[in-house]
């Protein structure tokens, strides 16, 4: 492998609510320079967690979620950004919570993803949750989220459904499978 | 479900070389009214492809790859954008010659993926290559790509590495060994 290239110059190039444009002048090893555009974090030192909660060993809670990125609803695993000062654990039980009504006792860091590491800064940090117990807290969804109970033995058939499309969830589900197997 | 919601207004807030961040004034089924951000495709009408490249039955060509928006080397599947007026098929064994060294006379389309649904407009279309033939195509890469065969069924020893984070490369060589098991 090459010695990570150098970041020549950072600029920010673009500031909005939620995102930052930053552009970096590379050089590699090789001597070549190139320039890049990323998204960074718009939460800087924060991150966001993506939960997989398992009501049993083979039931895994979804929700049904308006995703104004894609504008429509998509089936996937609950998520959020982590508030100031908190940690992905605490941010997990509080996002479960708030999306899906209940809390957990077990929880799990699978993994860290990237996302499209090629032009966005984010990292997604995954935990699984278990030894569920119902709690709701209040949360800022301008609806209330459907929870959809679904096999973890039948991922084929949920991505036949055609309304769980996020990488993100579809690598977590396979390797909570895959993490289980281990228990 | 309930009924998709409303867009009421959209605005272009941002532009830069490769981004365009879009405001959304949604209105929900229920008539809460929200605001949201999201980062809109830079190239309209194009998209992007994730290529799973199989030698065989049971070894994966990866590439490690300088990717800036995470600054650090990243062991994965190859990708890239659609140019203007190529179809998926085309992108795919085109990225596949220029990143991997090798073409394909079979390519199939396993899936679409969303990045990040909630503020990312984009989706990856997901071609598994097989067949394959040795030629090599020059791209526009800053410095030669690094190959590198992996055992499909062996994926944990490559999360292990922890090289391999991007859960679009993670769900599709997944939900390849789930494809391949039923040929």
Redo the contacts between chains.
Sequence with gaps: ??N??I?LKKTT???????R?E??D?E???G???N????ARGNPGGGAVLVVPLLDDDTVLLI???????????L?LP?GKTDAGESFFEAANRELKEEVGYGANNLHHL??????????????EIIIARDLYPEKLDGDE??EL?VVPWQLSNI?GL?ATGEC????S???L??AV?HLKKL
Tied chains: 1, 2.
């Design positions: 492998m090459s990570t290239p970041i190039i673009a500031t909005s609510r939620l995102f444009i552009s970096l590379i590699f090893s090789n070549e320079q190139r890049y555009e990323r998204l049904r979620e308006y995703s104004a990125g894609v504008h429509r609803y998509e996937g998520k993994a860290s993803f990237s996302i499209a590491p090629s032009y966005l800064e984010h990292m997604t301008p609806e459907e084929n991505l499309t996020e990488a993100r579809i690598a977590a396979f390797m895959e």
